[in-house]
């Protein structure tokens, strides 16, 4: 009922930048009724929240680490949630996924459990 595609994976050096892009459809539902995330699994790891973004743009990060590199932001009419990833570190190697729930607004947390449709995720890797 909801699709979403990830793109914008690469190789970027340590210290670089690198733009994701999510984009998302739905058949059925009001898109401005959901709430986008991205979450991110690095080899060997537990999946792990990176950020939440709702339809007014308001956002929410995981973590102060990466509040303080990465950005978030979407463009409603292009149904396109994008997180602007800087000074990228080796640690930040992982697949990264965007997720959408039904909500107005982002918690304070973001729980995986929450998420009913994500796309197929797209590998970065931070590397020399």
């Known amino acids: 009922q909801v699709q979403l595609v990830e793109s914008g994976g690469g190789l970027v050096q340590p210290g670089g930048s690198l733009r994701l892009s999510c984009a998302y459809s739905?058949?059925?539902?009001?898109?401005?009724?959901?709430?986008i995330a991205w979450f991110r699994q690095a080899p060997g790891k537990e999946l792990e929240a990176v950020s939440c973004?709702?339809?007014?743009?308001?956002?929410?990060f995981a973590a102060d680490s990466m509040k303080g590199r990465f950005t978030v932001s979407r463009t409603n009419a292009k149904n396109t949630v994008y997180l602007q990833m800087n000074s990228a570190k080796p640690e930040d190697t992982a697949v990264y996924y965007c997720?959408?729930?039904?909500?107005?607004?982002?918690?304070?947390?973001?729980?995986?459990?929450?998420?009913?449709?994500w796309g197929q995720g797209t590998q970065v890797t931070v590397s020399s």
């Open positions: 997720a959408a729930t039904r909500a107005n607004v982002c918690g304070d947390k973001i729980k995986r459990d929450e998420y009913d449709y």
């Open positions: 739905s058949s059925r539902f009001t898109l401005d009724f959901f709430v």
């Open positions: 973004i709702d339809s007014r743009g308001d956002s929410t």
